[in-house]
């Protein structure tokens, strides 16, 4: 098998990030792109999400496509997949977790104003389609990223990124230590690095 070049450089961690997950997690349900859900996979490492929830259309591992934008992060995050999302719904109510719709609805509130509880899953749906109706009836919440131009939404995952990274830091669940940069293929060129 040839080297990439690219991900050559690129050097995974040995082993998953030491401590605790937050008590957070996402269901995806029926996100066409297998892309998205790789990226999503990344920023669920990043944020130490507990867990993903992945249901019907949704690319699960192993899957190329997925596995060219998560870089290796799908072995660090726990999944599950579920052909119908209401048995994915059924297992996040198990685990205790109030179910968070984000989509745009007359009824949403902006995720800076909802002021829920840390232990959350928060549902993304399909990119063109958005969540499931008897879904946002089922949610517990239904919250938005406000826009301010002339599109009314972002791209699935950087929707995802932007809303989990405002709920971990409302509930001051992130890591605020600075970033290792112990085999990292970037030198450090911070003073005396």
């Known amino acids: 098998m040839a080297i990439d070049p690219l991900h050559a450089m690129w050097r995974d961690k040995e082993r998953p990030p030491a401590g605790p997950r937050v008590p957070v997690a996402a269901l995806l349900d029926n996100i066409r792109s297998a892309y998205n859900v790789g990226d999503m996979f990344r920023s669920a490492d990043a944020l130490r999400l507990a867990r993903l929830f992945l249901a019907g259309i949704t690319a699960f591992p192993p899957n190329g496509k997925l596995e060219k934008t ?43 104003e909802w002021e829920g509880p840390a232990r959350a899953c928060f549902v993304f749906g399909h990119e ?33 990124t932007a809303v989990l990274y405002q709920h971990l830091a409302r509930h001051e669940l992130l890591d605020a230590s600075p970033p290792r940069l112990d085999g990292c293929y970037l030198p450090d060129r911070r003073e005396g690095g």
């Open 70 to 112: 998560a870089l290796g992060a799908t072995a660090h995050v726990a999944w599950r997949h579920d052909l119908r999302v209401f048995d994915a719904v059924a297992r996040v109510r198990e685990e205790g977790y109030a179910l968070v719709a984000v989509e745009m609805t007359p009824a949403s509130i902006s995720v800076f």
């Open 128 to 160: 063109v389609l958005g969540i499931d109706r008897e879904l946002l009836r089922q949610a517990d919440a239904i919250v938005h990223l406000p826009m301010g131009g002339a599109k009314n939404s972002l791209n699935v995952s950087s929707s995802f």
